[in-house]
């Protein structure tokens, strides 16, 4: 299924603020296009990156790194929560990315939990801090 399916799927009932029906309220949403001026692939997460979440998330971080951009940028501002997990192996994959080429690994970050995550896996000093996904995108 793809990321925007998923999207889709999920949307249903989802509020721009993350509240929705109780059913709904951890619902894990991303979404991956192309800012085709910048030449980005966006991975844009909201509610909660745990453990239920880790392989389809990946799926689409590989899935934007075999896109042909320069750049993909995580767009974590719309994340409530980030496992330790998640973060490790995204550090992990910043690692590869910079050592074997390919698409440079970008993370937006917006709630403290989220920076904490980055910070307690050391993960955090990998990635550049940008202000705004504009700031992301244009370095």
């Known amino acids: 299924m793809s990321a925007i399916s998923l999207l889709r799927e999920h949307a ?3 509020h721009r603020n993350g509240s929705g029906p109780k059913t709904r309220r951890n619902a894990r949403l991303w979404a991956q296009y192309v800012d085709r001026r910048r030449e980005c692939v966006v991975v844009r997460v909201e ?3 745990d453990a239920a ?13 075999e896109s042909d951009c320069h750049a993909i940028v995580v767009d974590l501002r719309a ?8 973060a490790a192996t995204l550090g992990a994959v910043k690692r590869t990315r910079d050592t074997r080429g390919g698409p440079d690994l970008r993370i937006v970050a917006g709630c403290q939990a989220v920076e904490r ?10 990635f550049h ?3 705004s996904m504009r700031a992301a995108l244009d370095s």
């Open 79 to 86: 994340a409530r929560f980030l496992s330790l997990r998640v």
């Open 47 to 49: 509610g909660e990156l």
């Open 117 to 126: 995550a980055l910070e307690v896996t050391d993960v955090r000093r990998l």
């Open 12 to 14: 249903d009932g989802v």
């Open 53 to 65: 979440a880790y392989a389809e998330f990946f799926r689409a971080v590989n899935k934007a790194a």
């Open 129 to 131: 801090r940008y202000p």
